[in-house]
């Protein structure tokens, strides 16, 4: 046999590269279910079922398709747990010339392939992932020719390279790049929120979500009523019922919160994306076409279409810039473990409790949610960036560390000290209840500002800049809160440090064994 290519649970696309330019009867295409990959974080089950029940269904696929494939399920008794494991096993099955392989999308597992041409003694052919629009090297090469990152700049770039979005003469459709100023409205009454698509599982899926929940009932997590795509022609379907009746509403709702409302106008994409039933190109061009045909708003199409070949590309490549080194950034000295109620829910500030039974009964929660309420809230409180990273890794369907790592160290927790986010995302109960309907039904008064009746946020925001003063206080995006700190009388002051010290005493940490 000339080719083993192993492919992984995030790699499930028919043009993946390592596929190209290869004759069927030359290859073994090897997918391989690893212990190690459902256990190194804890991950939700909705996350186990759908990678495993995706990679199941594209085994399928390739085989439908001429291709010979080595499948190793999760209960084979000769299962070795790893990759690197298995791939040593397959390499004495099958004799191969080469490994062939896409290159991975976290470092550990980069680290593991980095020795398969020794453990193997077979030469191991790394190729780029091009189902991303940007390249690594190209980041990298973008990033060195500037002083400063920002994510405005590459999205520009990336609007050039694909045209989306862009006239005839190279000017962005509308004349502005960035519409962001339009979305940011409040819910109103009476809106009708549209559900994301959802699919009745098949015998393979049944089969999966019965094996998760004998082997990991111990994982977060609830398994009721899975209905994630689990194959690209269901992801497809996903993505055109999005465009036909949420995204028209999204460009301008995008940072709402609403009780009891799981979705509002957010696709749910994400998981198909970041396994690779859909590509970023796919998806954005879907978006443009339909304000093209003038389907959806122009305010629409441009927010949707930077969270993709904007925000995503941009984080995957400050991933392979800054890591390993990231990973452990901790710029603000934080060191609180992470409370409790984090897994548990059991809390009685509304906002959160939402967000965490959203993320528990779905494995999900939209970016509001995870930047302003759940990494606000850990930030505020000074809670580890890295046991937070664990979190959100563990509870998201989409999570995966080259997307979630950057997403929490450096823009949810500021820990990278201001290199992917100029200034911390910090906000007190005003911005929640600007953009909620939480406040209203929450056990805390978001007007009040201190004492043990009043909103946490309140406190812990004043408390936060006050312990981080001489790192901030010169920021000039941060200026404006500093001067109206300083206006406060000395007695205010203290009452807000006083107050957020008395809510943070009553913070349990969570017990040991959670997340990894």
Same mark, same amino acid.
């Given at each position: 046999?000339?080719?083993?290519?192993?492919?992984?649970?995030?790699?499930?696309?028919?043009?993946?590269?390592?596929?190209?330019?290869?004759?069927?009867?030359?290859?073994?295409?090897?997918?391989?279910?690893?212990?190690?990959?459902?256990?190194?974080v804890?991950h939700?089950?909705?996350?186990?079922?759908?990678?495993?029940?995706?990679?199941?269904?594209?085994?399928?696929?390739?085989?439908?398709?001429?291709?010979?494939?080595?499948?190793?399920?999760?209960?084979? *008794?000769?299962?070795?747990?790893?990759?690197?494991?298995?791939?040593?096993?397959?390499?004495?099955?099958?004799?191969?010339e080469?490994?062939?392989?896409?290159?991975?999308?976290?470092?550990?597992?980069?680290?593991?392939?980095?020795?398969?041409?020794?453990?193997?003694?077979?030469?191991?052919?790394?190729?780029?992932?091009?189902?991303?629009?940007?390249g690594?090297?190209?980041?990298q090469?973008?990033?060195?020719?500037?002083?400063?990152?920002?994510?405005?700049?590459?999205?520009?770039?990336?609007?050039?390279?694909?045209?989306?979005?862009?006239?005839?003469?190279?000017?962005?459709?509308?004349?502005?790049?960035?519409l962001?100023?339009?979305?940011?409205?409040?819910?109103?009454?009476?809106?009708?929120?549209?559900?994301?698509?959802?699919?009745?599982?098949?015998?393979?899926?049944?089969?999966?979500?019965?094996?998760?929940?004998?082997?990991?009932?111990?994982?977060?997590?609830?398994?009721?009523?899975?209905?994630?795509?689990?194959?690209?022609?269901?992801?497809?379907?996903?993505?055109?019922?999005?465009?036909?009746?949420?995204?028209?509403?999204?460009?301008?709702?995008?940072?709402?919160?609403?009780?009891?409302?799981?979705?509002?106008?957010?696709?749910?994409?994400?998981?198909?994306?970041?396994?690779?039933l859909?590509?970023?190109?796919?998806?954005?061009?879907?978006a443009?076409?339909?304000?093209?045909a003038?389907?959806?708003?122009?305010?629409?199409?441009?927010?949707?279409?930077?969270?993709?070949?904007?925000?995503?590309?941009?984080?995957?490549?400050?991933?392979?810039?800054?890591?390993?080194?990231?990973?452990?950034?901790n710029?603000?000295?934080?060191?609180?473990?992470?409370?409790?109620?984090?897994?548990?829910?059991?809390?009685?500030?509304?906002?959160?409790a939402?967000?965490?039974?959203?993320?528990?009964?779905?494995?999900?929660?939209?970016?509001?949610?995870?930047?302003?309420?759940?990494?606000?809230?850990?930030?505020?409180?000074?809670?580890?960036?890295?046991?937070?990273?664990?979190?959100?890794?563990?509870?998201?369907?989409?999570?995966?560390?080259?997307?979630?790592?950057?997403?929490?160290?450096?823009? *949810?927790?500021?820990?990278?000290?201001?290199?992917?986010?100029?200034?911390?995302?910090?906000?007190?109960?005003?911005?929640?209840?600007?953009?909620?309907?939480?406040?209203?039904?929450?056990?805390?008064?978001?007007?009040?500002?201190?004492?043990?009746?009043?909103?946490?946020?309140?406190?812990?925001?004043?408390?936060?800049?006050?312990?981080?003063?001489?790192?901030?206080?010169?920021?000039?995006?941060?200026?404006?809160?500093?001067?109206?700190?300083?206006r406060?009388?000395?007695?205010?002051?203290?009452?807000?440090?006083?107050?957020?010290?008395?809510?943070?005493?009553?913070?349990?940490?969570?017990?040991?064994?959670?997340?990894?």
């Open positions: 046999m000339k080719f083993l290519i192993p492919i992984l649970g995030d790699q499930l696309s028919h043009h993946l590269a390592s596929l190209r330019d290869v004759g069927r009867a030359d290859a073994v295409l090897l997918l391989m279910e690893v212990a190690d990959e459902t256990r190194y804890r939700h089950k909705r996350k186990i079922t759908l990678i495993l029940s995706a990679m199941r269904h594209f085994a399928r696929e390739l085989r439908d398709a001429g291709w010979t494939v080595d499948y190793i399920a999760l209960d084979d *008794s000769a299962n070795s747990g790893s990759f690197s494991g298995e791939v040593a096993r397959a390499v004495e099955r099958h004799r191969p080469q490994i062939r392989i896409v290159e991975p999308g976290e470092w550990r597992v980069k680290a593991a392939i980095d020795g398969w041409a020794a453990q193997c003694a077979v030469p191991v052919d790394v190729i780029a992932d091009d189902r991303f629009v940007c690594i090297l190209e980041f090469t973008w990033a060195q020719s500037r002083g400063e990152l920002m994510m405005e700049y590459f999205y520009r770039e990336m609007r050039r390279k694909t045209g989306l979005l862009m006239t005839a003469d190279g000017k962005p459709e509308g004349g502005q790049w960035n962001d100023k339009e979305n940011r409205a409040p819910p109103k009454r009476g809106l009708n929120y549209p559900e994301p698509l959802h699919f009745v599982p098949d015998e393979i899926t049944a089969e999966v979500l019965a094996l998760v929940a004998e082997r990991f009932a111990g994982h977060f997590g609830r398994l009721e009523k899975f209905g994630l795509p689990v194959t690209a022609a269901e992801a497809r379907q996903a993505l055109c019922h999005f465009i036909a009746t949420a995204l028209p509403d999204f460009g301008t709702y995008q940072d709402a919160m609403v009780t009891g409302q799981d979705w509002l106008y957010h696709s749910w994409l994400s998981p198909a994306l970041n396994i690779g859909l590509t970023p190109l796919e998806v954005a061009q879907a443009a076409d339909a304000y093209v003038g389907d959806v708003p122009l305010n629409a199409a441009e927010g949707f279409i930077r969270q993709v070949i904007g925000w995503r590309e941009y984080v995957r490549g400050y991933y392979w810039l800054e890591m390993p080194e990231v990973a452990d950034a710029a603000l000295g934080a060191t609180r473990p992470l409370p409790e109620f984090y897994w548990t829910g059991d809390t009685d500030m509304l906002c959160m939402e967000a965490i039974r959203n993320t528990r009964d779905n494995a999900y929660a939209h970016h509001i949610q995870r930047l302003m309420v759940l990494g606000n809230f850990a930030m505020l409180a000074g809670v580890r960036p890295q046991d937070v990273a664990d979190w959100f890794l563990v509870v998201y369907a989409d999570a995966y560390e080259w997307v979630e790592l950057p997403n929490v160290i450096g823009m *949810s927790q500021h820990a990278d000290g201001g290199r992917l986010a100029t200034k911390p995302y910090a906000g007190g109960g005003a911005y929640i209840n600007r953009m909620s309907d939480h406040c209203k039904s929450c056990r805390y008064d978001v007007k009040q500002k201190v004492g043990p009746d009043a909103c946490p946020f309140n406190a812990l925001y004043w408390d936060f800049l006050a312990r981080h003063e001489k790192r901030f206080r010169r920021n000039r995006r941060m200026m404006q809160m500093y001067a109206n700190w300083d406060m009388d000395p007695a205010v002051r203290d009452g807000y440090r006083a107050s957020a010290a008395a809510f943070l005493e009553t913070l349990e940490p969570a017990a040991e064994g959670w997340a990894r």
